[in-house]
Structure formats: structure tokens, C-alpha cells
């Protein structure tokens, strides 16, 4: 089962989500510390075992193991829809290929939540995950946002928004931008402006 989990708000988790969370034989989640605050919140005493970008290769055999002789597994993120710029791809394909039933629960989706609360009125938006690190990803991102009239959505790090929105002025162009920190959360902010601005 890949279940969306709260991207901030544990009250936002679905009543389906939290009754797979309680019936599964093990989840499989980012950080177990971070995952044990829902679980604890709601009474949930399944085993947590960590399932990241650094650990996922070497535990997928014994993953498609446990799944292979009648487990029932779920995979969570840190917060939101697993899988979208979260580990779990690798999962997902090996279950496929070893013919294991997958299910997906939908849960809240930070791109979704944000483009609602944007200015940006479209029908199509892009989101694009986290953004790039290396210079050639950089211009790629940029170029394509040039070509695209829809709203594109990024993922970024606080302590490297300014360095990117400089780049984006310096390829691209000043541009409208909608901000979005801490959302669903008591400290939720929201800034419509320009980049220059």
C-alpha cells in the first residue's frame, strides 16, 4: 500500500489511511522518528522499519520477501504522497515485476495544496520536484519553463531560495511567484510577488 501521509497537519490523515496503518504487517517509511509521531498520535503500534534513498536498494530483496510470502506492507514519506520526489520508485517497479499487488491511497499532495492557494488561475500546472543542484539541470528547468505558459511548482530549501531565485532572474526573467512555508501548519505562509520583489 502507498499511503499519503499529513504534509504537516497530522489531522489531515484519512480515515482508510489510518486503518491500513493499524492492519499492515509492517510500514516501511523516510525517517521512523518522524513517522512515530502519527503513529503514536493515532494508537498505532504496527513496526516501523526506515526505507530512504541510502537504504532502499540494499532492502528491496527483503521487502519483495515479506510481500512474496503474505505480508502486508506500507510504504509512507516523511509527509504527503510517497514516491513524489520521495524514494520508492525502485519499490514499486520490483513489486511490478514480481507481479505483487500494489494499491494507492490518496492523501494530501503539497503541489496540489499550493497551486490552490497561488494566484496563478490555470487550468494546467507543472511540478518539476526539488530543483536542481548542477548548472546543465539548472538551465534545462529554466529553458523549459520558457516554453511552458502553466505555473510550474518546485520544491526548495529555505537556506537556498535566494540563490535561486537569482539564477531564475539572470536566465529566465522577473517573473510572478507565489511562496508557500510551513503549510497546514500553525505558522502556514503564503506570499504572492514578483521574484524582484
Excluded at 505480508?71 to 520508485?89: E, Q
Excluded at 490555470?122 to 520558457?146: C, D, H, V, W
Amino acid at each position: 500500500y502507498i499511503i499519503g501521509t499529513p504534509i504537516g497537519n497530522l489531522s489531515d490523515i484519512t480515515l482508510r489511511s489510518l486503518k491500513l496503518l493499524s492492519c499492515v504487517d509492517l510500514i516501511i517509511c523516510e525517517d521512523t522518528r518522524v513517522s512515530k509521531k502519527l503513529t503514536t498520535k493515532y494508537g498505532i503500534s504496527t513496526q516501523l522499519r526506515p526505507f530512504h534513498k541510502f537504504n532502499s536498494k540494499r532492502v528491496i530483496p527483503s521487502i519483495l520477501k515479506k510481500l512474496q510470502s503474505g505480508f502486508s506492507v506500507a510504504l509512507i514519506s516523511d509527509s504527503g504522497t510517497p514516491i513524489i520526489s520521495d524514494p520508492g520508485s525502485d519499490l514499486i517497479k520490483a513489486c511490478s515485476e514480481n507481479k505483487i499487488k500494489i494499491f494507492s491511497i490518496p492523501g494530501p499532495s503539497a503541489p496540489t495544496a499550493s497551486i490552490v492557494l497561488s494566484n496563478f488561475s490555470s487550468t494546467a500546472y507543472s511540478f518539476r520536484g526539488f530543483f536542481p543542484r548542477q548548472k546543465k539541470n539548472i538551465l534545462k528547468e529554466i529553458n523549459l519553463m520558457k516554453s511552458n505558459d502553466s505555473p510550474t511548482i518546485f520544491f526548495e530549501s529555505p537556506n537556498r531560495i535566494l540563490k535561486t531565485l537569482k539564477l531564475i532572474v539572470h536566465y529566465h526573467n522577473n517573473s510572478k511567484i507565489t511562496f508557500i512555508r510551513e503549510l497546514t501548519k500553525r505558522n502556514e505562509e503564503i506570499i504572492n510577488s514578483t521574484i524582484l520583489e
